[in-house]
């Protein structure tokens, strides 16, 4: 069985970049024996973490924009995406706080989407965006969604899943 659990690795957000990170993380999970459908959740997740960490601009000019890192522990898959922010992106912090609070507080995931989709072209929880992505994968994969700032305004995104029973049996 692999022993390998851990990925990580930088891009700048171009499009091409992108499809490139998840295609290596992709090979990654089958790698490590996940399903298709394991496999194509956590693309999602991924896809939505790096569009909500692009909302938040940089001004400070930087080599490699984003970077990702994929972390199996037991039956948990960790998707990070880290990425340097401006002090003019606090305001969005606290939208982005508010946004994961209110998916968070729901009792019913599905409801929130619901509300939040009919929501969607009246108010934006997040400057930029309305929040809708991150409370359809929450929604939809069961991810717990978080986020903090370190020290050095690097900003972390991340999504954790609680796979049980998702591994496929190596022969």
Known sequence: MPTKKTMEFSFK????????????????????GYSDDTIQTQILILR?????????????PSELEMSVQ???????ITVEVKKSICE???????????????IRGSQDPLERYMTNLAEASDV?????TNGLG?????????AIIDF??????ILNLSAVSD????KLSYV
């Open 13 to 32: 957000s171009k499009s091409t970049e992108i499809k490139e990170v998840e295609q290596k993380s992709s090979y990654f999970l089958k790698y490590q």
């Open 88 to 102: 003019s992106a606090y305001g969005k912090l606290e939208e982005l706080d508010k946004t994961i609070q209110w």
């Open 124 to 128: 934006s929880h997040i400057a930029g």
């Open 163 to 166: 796979l049980i029973s998702e």
């Open 148 to 153: 903090y700032v370190s020290e050095d305004s």
């Open 70 to 76: 994929l972390h199996i522990e037991g039956n948990t």
């Open 48 to 60: 939505e973490l790096i569009n909500s960490g692009q909302q938040f601009k940089d001004l400070r």
């Open 134 to 142: 991150l409370a359809r994968i929450a929604q939809q994969t069961g």
